[in-house]
């Protein structure tokens, strides 16, 4: 039977809450995931497509060595929407690039995260599993069952879990905050976590991971690639929005090996409290780059690291950024 919304953002916090290493780890991501849905309301679908999510099987210093790239779209997506994107990022060299398509009418309650002590049941809709040759350049199907996907990296026993109590307040916000958005963007959203906390998780072997929020083409038909943040300007550092160096150097590495240009879109708000919206910006990661060079780097927040890390941040200037529309 389909869920519905609120059994998917319900099964959403399920998934997040069993593989973060704290609260703020968890609210930090939920925060993300506002301002990309908020990215979807504004803008549409009709401009973007999924951008797709990165894992290392086993390096811990950079997403992008040794690693799978997977994008995960609904059962009527056109796969070949995807095939110029996919050819131009095989110049990464990927140990395996795959499109997964779902159907968002068939679902079964299946188990998911199983731990020593207890098994998370989530529903898991039916997935049809496209592999992509860059040979020549095409998508085939190679099956249904999503251990394609999982089996790239090796199994945990037992598998670990986040052993830090969650407050019940934090699942309430996420229904609270994301109900108002469409129902297929949440679902996508799901699934795509579904695939990355839920089967892989903390029950794989993997290195670092990363993400590329969307793709568009611009009014000359070229391919961007967009990360977009939800960020209020600093009270005590430099006037303007950081990056932490080591996305910054995905970003870099990803634009000089494909040729696609990177950009950063920020819904900027009012305050982290009230998180008011102000308005859309964006810089050209290049742009971002050459305004922070030489410059002095902050300590940012955790994001999803524990709060004991280090993670240095570059702030480029407010007045470096442009109002973001789009014709």
């Known amino acids: ?3 519905n919304k609120t059994d998917i953002l319900i099964s959403l916090h399920s998934l997040l809450s069993h593989n973060v290493i704290g609260e703020k780890q968890l609210f930090n991501r939920y925060k993300g995931f506002k301002a990309e849905l908020e990215f979807c309301k504004e803008w549409g679908y ?6 797709g999510t990165i894992i290392s099987k086993t390096s811990t210093s950079s997403s992008l060595n040794d690693a799978i790239y997977f994008v995960v779209v609904p059962e009527d997506a056109d796969e070949n929407n995807y095939l110029e994107i996919y050819h131009v990022l095989s110049s990464l060299r990927f140990c395996e690039m795959y499109l997964v398509k779902y159907n968002s009418d068939n679902w079964e309650t299946l188990p998911v995260m199983i731990f020593p002590e207890e098994t998370i049941c989530l529903p898991v809709p039916s997935f049809e599993i496209l592999r992509y040759s860059d040979g020549t350049n095409t998508f085939t199907k190679i099956g249904t069952d999503i251990s394609i996907i999982h089996n790239n990296f090796i199994d945990i026993n037992p598998r670990g879990k986040n052993s830090h109590p969650i407050d019940d307040s934090y699942r309430e916000w996420l229904k609270d905050n994301l109900d108002r ?3 297929k963007d949440i679902i996508n959203l799901y699934v795509t976590r579904l695939i990355f906390d839920g089967y892989i998780g903390y029950g794989k072997e993997k290195g670092k991971s990363s993400d590329i929020d969307f793709i568009m083409r611009n009014s000359s038909g070229k391919i961007r690639l967009i990360e977009v943040k939800e960020k209020d300007l600093p009270k005590k550092a430099k006037k303007g929005f950081g990056l932490d160096v ?3 150097d995905d970003f870099q590495t990803i634009q ?3 040729g696609l240009k990177y950009f950063l879109i920020v819904r900027h708000v009012e305050d982290q409290k009230t998180r008011t919206f102000k308005e859309w910006l964006f810089i050209a990661i290049d742009d971002f780059v050459k305004d922070v060079e030489g410059g002095m780097t902050v300590e940012g927040g955790t994001g999803m690291r524990s709060k004991y890390s280090k993670n240095p941040t ?3 200037s407010y007045d470096k950024f442009s109002e973001f529309v789009i014709h």
Do not use: N, Y
């Open 1 to 3: 039977m389909k869920p």
């Open 46 to 51: 009709d401009t973007f497509l999924e951008g």
């Open 181 to 183: 958005f469409a129902e």
């Open 246 to 248: 080591p996305r910054i």
């Open 256 to 258: 000089k090996a494909s």
């Open 314 to 316: 570059l702030i480029c």
